[in-house]
């Protein structure tokens, strides 16, 4: 079975530029969730979907980013314009239906630098 | 305010022994706690996890106790291999409906494991 695929692996933007991240989740998923995970600090949720549809977004800063899945399966983060804090790992997970929702799987992530 | 404590940054332990591994939490309403591996430049890995209602969950050499008076849980790793060398996350979740997503991950800061052959 193939994992989360994210692409692409690491970024360097400088502030104010735009960035977006992709993630595709394991086949049959139908909850995705976006992490930032700081260095030195645990992932914290940014986003969750349920399908198409948003369930949680109370800790994203919409000012500057955003996140669809339009077709129920990939998605793309952005981040506009980017800031000097926004540096961090961006980590897309996702989970399938049922009992086993709670366990999560994780993609390798993507390492953004913003100079 | 962090949830979900970690406070032990690193933890070395000779191959062949136990490696313990702690996590306190503040909150009385998580229903579910898990633990996480992560190896450097990947995700994290989904290792063993526990629900509220139990105070013990074993899968092989990992065991993860639960003590909700204390709210306190542990990982132990018997006996640890120089594989095992990796940031352990602690995670813990809400039940379904109770303010916010049932799917939002409360993680620690995680604690390094060395294991030394």
């Known amino acids: 079975e193939a994992g989360v695929a994210q692409s692409p692996r690491y970024k360097i933007i400088e502030k104010r530029q735009s960035v977006a991240f992709w993630c595709n989740p394991i086949?049959?998923?139908?909850?995705l969730y976006w992490y930032q995970q700081i260095l030195g600090q645990g992932p914290k949720l940014l986003i969750q979907?349920?399908?198409?549809?948003?369930?949680?977004d109370s800790q994203l800063p919409k000012d500057r980013f955003s996140a669809e899945r339009l077709k129920g399966v990939d998605s793309t983060l952005k981040i506009q314009p980017a800031k000097l804090e926004d540096s961090a790992v961006y980590l897309c997970?996702?989970?399938?239906?049922?009992?086993?929702?709670?366990?999560?799987?994780f993609g390798p992530g993507t390492r953004l630098t913003v100079l | 305010d962090q949830q979900v404590k970690q406070n032990s940054p690193s933890l070395s332990v000779q191959e062949g022994r136990i490696s313990i591994l702690n996590c306190d939490y503040t909150n009385s309403m998580f229903d579910y706690f898990l633990w996480y591996k992560k190896y450097p430049a990947e995700g994290p890995t989904f290792l063993i996890s526990?629900?509220?209602?139990?105070d013990k969950n074993e899968d092989g050499r990992f065991t993860v106790f639960l003590n909700k008076s204390a709210k306190h849980l542990s990982l132990h790793i018997v006996p640890s291999q120089p594989g095992d060398s990796a940031v352990y996350f602690c995670a813990a979740l809400f039940p379904a409906g109770y303010g916010g997503s049932q799917g939002n991950l409360i993680f620690g800061k995680g604690t390094k494991l060395s294991v030394k052959p």
């Open positions: 086949s049959g998923h139908a909850t």
């Open positions: 997970a996702s989970s399938p239906p049922g009992l086993a929702s709670h366990e999560q799987f």
């Open positions: 526990i629900s509220s209602i139990k």
């Open positions: 979907f349920q399908n198409n549809g948003v369930v949680d």
